[in-house]
């Protein structure tokens, strides 16, 4: 299995979606994935 690394902006605050495709040598590809995450506010504000 291979990994695949992903960065993501974390200069905004909140919740994010965002869509990716990844293609690759295989039947199905390209297939989609979906990243879904939040960032937090900092205590210190």
Do not use: C
Not at 12 to 39: A, H, M, R
Request: no cysteine; aromatic share 16%; net charge positive.
């Amino acid at each position: 299995m291979e990994k695949l690394k992903l960065r993501y902006d974390t200069s905004y605050y909140g919740n994010f979606s965002k869509t990716i495709k990844v293609y690759y040598n295989g039947k199905d590809s390209p297939v989609e994935l979906i990243i879904k995450g939040s960032v937090n506010y900092p205590n210190d504000l």
